[in-house]
């Protein structure tokens, strides 16, 4: 009999699934990104998990809202409000792989952003995407937000249809810029869904 799962606020306990996680939704980038950042001996989920833990930045936990199901920690949603106006001015030193990224976020000011959303592979199929999106749409209206946004991969049609199904609309898109080693291609998707008043988590 599956359980039912139960959502709360992330906390510092738990960096480490978080880490993982964020690894999960982008598709093995953030392990490589994390591993050029490492000192020596250090493994690059030792630096996600570094990461997860800062007060600030956009990978904190304090941005960060947990699936449980008994004491397991199965999915997670990471979100905030992307800056209005949103400053450009410094992306051309930002590495490579990041620049279509802010550039996308950038014609989204002022909504809340979805950053992340994973499920360990053995959870999913269960609704739990969907169900964070609802609370991603809560937090967006507590903020104020007027849209919420997500940025998905061209090549990633079983998180475009979950988007699409939770009322996202493609708005915008640029080429991703990813490492050689990886084997996807294609278009980073900015889509967007608008809130209504009378929405709620």
């Not at 960096?15 to 598709?27: K, N, R, T, Y």
């Not at 008994?70 to 450009?88: H, K, M, Q, S």
């Not at 937090?139 to 699409?164: K, M, Q, T």
Request: negative net charge.
């Amino acid at each position: 009999m599956t359980k039912t799962p139960t959502f709360r606020p992330a906390t510092l306990a738990d960096a480490a699934a978080l880490a993982v996680l964020v690894d999960i939704a982008g598709e093995g980038g953030p392990n490589r990104l994390w591993l050029d950042m490492a000192g020596p001996g250090q493994s690059a989920l030792e630096v996600g998990r570094e990461r997860a833990r800062r007060e600030e930045g956009g990978f904190s936990y304090r941005h960060a809202t947990v699936a449980e199901i008994g004491e397991e920690i199965v999915a997670c949603l990471i979100g905030y409000r992307l800056d209005d106006p949103y400053d450009l001015s410094d992306v051309d030193e930002l590495p490579a792989m990041f620049q279509p990224l802010v550039r996308l976020e950038a014609q989204a000011p002022g909504t809340w952003y979805v950053n992340v959303l994973a499920t360990f592979p053995e959870h999913r199929g269960q609704g739990l995407g969907l169900e964070l999106l609802e609370i991603a749409n809560g937090r967006a209206h507590e903020s104020g937000a007027s849209a919420a946004s997500i940025i998905v991969g061209s090549w990633n049609e079983r998180a475009s249809r979950l988007y699409r199904r939770a009322g996202y609309e493609q708005i915008a898109s640029e080429r991703a810029v990813l490492p050689p080693d990886l084997p996807q291609s294609g278009d980073w998707i900015l889509m967007t869904r608008p809130l209504t008043s009378g929405a709620t988590a």
